[in-house]
T-cell receptor, first 116, second 109 residues
């Protein structure tokens, strides 16, 4: 299984809603990532988890809250978002050696979020 | 991580080789060159990576100049399905992969 599965594929939410994006992989990868991609722009790194611990936060606003409950799952909790947060949210995973160096990233198909 | 410079777009005839250039003049000795592509409405897909030797796999070849300041991704026989945005990324030790603007490759019949 070389897939990264993201759910839901599409999400529409109001600015007062609380929702979550989910990501799952069964490749035994110990690094997992969240990226945000606006239309016609490259993906932007948001968060990196290494061995279920948050290792990188690219100064993301607190209305985005990541969670890694176990080595196969990664969540992104959303609360009080703004319309400008509408984007494609991509999850990725990669192998991780003991030196914290990583191999290639495997990406999911993304969750397209619309904030009204 | 070193920055990269790629042309914004390129065209290629179907069946011909597509040669995508990338400049990374500030690359340091322990940084790798990675290539990913993103087909419309899909997640990015890993293609190939290298340090200083040329590399080849079932998808593409990567040619890195001797001074490592530039590289070229070669798709030997481009098909319509290769139409995508191609990202050249220089990545050092650690787990941060930062995308630049990329090159839009249009393969035409």
């Amino acid at each position: 299984d070389t897939e990264v599965t993201q759910t839901p594929k599409h999400l529409v939410m109001g600015m007062t809603n609380k929702k979550s994006l989910k990501c799952e992989q069964h490749m035994g990868h110990r690094a997992m990532y969240w990226y945000k991609q606006k239309a016609k722009k490259p993906p932007e790194l948001m968060f990196v988890y290494s061995y279920e611990k948050l290792s990188i936060n690219e100064s993301v606003p607190s209305r985005f809250s990541p969670e890694c409950p176990n080595s196969s799952l990664l969540n992104l909790h959303l609360h009080a978002l703004q319309p400008e947060d509408s984007a494609l949210y991509l999850c990725a995973s990669s192998p991780l050696d003991l030196g914290l160096n990583t191999g290639e990233l495997f990406f999911g198909e993304g969750s397209r979020l619309t904030v009204l | 991580d070193a920055k990269t410079t790629q042309p914004p777009s390129m065209d290629c005839a179907e069946g011909r080789a597509a040669n995508l250039p990338c400049n990374h003049s500030t690359i340091s000795g322990n940084e790798y060159v990675y290539w990913y592509r993103q087909i419309h409405s899909q997640g990015p897909q890993y293609i190939i990576h290298g340090l200083k030797n040329n590399e080849t796999n079932e998808m593409a070849s990567l040619i890195i100049t001797e001074d490592r300041k530039s590289s070229t991704l070669i798709l030997p026989h481009a098909t319509l399905r290769d139409t995508a945005v191609y990202y050249c990324i220089v990545r050092g030790y650690g787990n941060k992969l930062v995308f630049g603007a990329g090159t839009i490759l249009r393969v035409k019949s």
